[in-house]
């Protein structure tokens, strides 16, 4: 069963930066595609920013040249570095993942979420 659990937000003011972390277990990492999501209050979840396993990226426009995803296999943990934060980009930040065994292919795995909040 797999397992995220992420850390690492926190009250920022705008401009500022924070780094998110989530740390992977239960299955193999290295063959996981992983993604960030965020869900701000009254909105729906959104994905932010995704890295393959083979460690293509790709991000949602608004964070586009601002936010960076990146894996390191080795600690089995995939980082967003969020860097000229906006007040726009408060909200609960999600790490999300699908099985890839044959016992959960394709099955969704989220973690609890961390709060990030940008305000002055």
């Known amino acids: 069963q797999v397992q995220l659990v992420e850390s690492g937000g926190g009250l920022v003011q705008p401009g500022g930066s924070l780094r998110l972390s989530c740390a992977f277990s239960?299955?193999?990492?290295?063959?996981?595609?992983m993604g960030w999501y965020r869900q701000a209050p009254g909105k729906q979840r959104e994905l932010v920013a995704h890295?393959?396993?083979?460690?293509?990226?790709d991000y949602a426009d608004s964070v586009k040249d601002r936010f960076t995803i990146s894996r390191d296999n080795a600690k089995s943990t995939v980082y967003l570095q969020m860097d000229s934060l906006k007040p726009e980009d408060t909200a609960v930040y999600y790490c999300?993942?699908?099985?890839?065994?044959?016992?959960?292919?394709?099955?969704?795995?989220w973690g609890q979420g961390t709060q990030v909040t940008v305000s002055s």
């Open positions: 999300k993942t699908e099985g890839v065994l044959r016992a959960d292919y394709g099955m969704e795995y």
């Open positions: 239960g299955s193999i990492f290295a063959l996981s595609n």
């Open positions: 890295i393959s396993s083979g460690l293509i990226t």
